[in-house]
């Protein structure tokens, strides 16, 4: 018997997949949104082949490959010297390798597609401006007609539902943090490739580069350790936040922090991450994406386990009653975001890597041809979720 009425809160890119997941099972959800509107909230996204998959499987994949941009490589560039560590091929080669497309475009570009196909779903429907509390299931239940018999909580980092998890993990700042900004294509250097993603390495800080094709801009995220841990997220920074970012990419190439001294409109976001707990209470609440395992984004795929979690709980809800889907869940998801978890937390000491753990660095990497260095992101990209 499929499971019937599903609350799923908050539509960020967690909760818009699952309604359209569910939905693909036959199983209807409505999704509780706190805002009013779904605005443009973050900036750049790399979706990676493990998440294009899914989206294909969805069918929004088209609508975002008309206008994102599948760049040709990643590249790992020193931010001094300008001289390439490393790359790792993506274009065709992605298509080829992990079965399908690696891209770049706004979270916005990503979450309208999203919502456009849950508006058109009969079997989804989305509330804006409700928020909803952690024991507020009599509250949907009122909305939608009966209790809930499943709530799933999409609702990030700052999740107000976590709480209703008995021993969930608890959020903490990462020790890092990130200015996001763009810059207009036309005024950008030609340091930055229109064609690849650049991640710039130096001590204690990187800067991530990469074009927005259907904005015609360059999404700049630039990360250092250290810095505030204030709560909250895309707030200007204080001119003391400023003079650390300054520092941290002091020595550094001048056409890259020109870049910083310009980005007058540049967000600044303490980065959090939610440590390992329980993600479901063996009956009716689950969490997904960055409610259950934010991470900071040093590999990339904060939003491609979001999208796969999404999509394997689907797949289990659909094949049993809702505890036994809940434990297949956490116990075919945990592993890896643990290992994901490992992985950014390694890329974090590579990337801020000084001394001579750099100067190792840049030897293997450099000795390591792109196909060798691709074939270490097969586990990643070459993932196939079950939904
Ligand atoms: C600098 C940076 C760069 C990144 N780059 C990448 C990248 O290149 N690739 C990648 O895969 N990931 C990346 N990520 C990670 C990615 O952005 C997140 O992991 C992803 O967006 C999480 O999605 P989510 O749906 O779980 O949460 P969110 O996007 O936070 O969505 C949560 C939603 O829930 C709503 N909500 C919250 N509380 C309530 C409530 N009580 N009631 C109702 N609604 C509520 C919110 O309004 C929001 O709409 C990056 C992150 C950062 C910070």
New binding site residues.
Partial sequence: MPIGNTAI???????LTAALALARHGIRSEI????EALNEV?A????SPN?SRILGELGVLDTLSSVWLEPEDVRLVSGRSLRQIASVPCGSFARERWGAPYGTLH?ATLQKALLTAVERNPRCRIHLG????ADAATALGKVMGSLPELIIA????????RSAVPASGAVRFSGNV?W?FTVPEAQAPGILSRSSVTAFLGPSAHMVCYPLKEASVFNI?AITAGGSASHSWSSAGSEAQRAILRRHFSGWNDTLTSLLDRAEQATF?P?YEVAPGNWHNGRDLVL????AH?MP?FA???????IEDAFELAGALASGPVPQALDIFAERRKPRIARLQQRATFNRFAYHARGPIRLGRDMVLSLRPPQSLAADMDWIYGYRAIG
């Fill in positions: 809160v908050g539509a960020g890119i967690a909760g509780f949104e706190q805002a973050g750049g996204l790399q979706v998440a979270r409700k928020r909803v509390k999409a609702d990030g980092v700052w999740s107000d539902l990130a996001r995220v976001w980065l997904i994406g960055d409610a934010a984004p990339a795929q904060g939003a491609a386990m979001a």
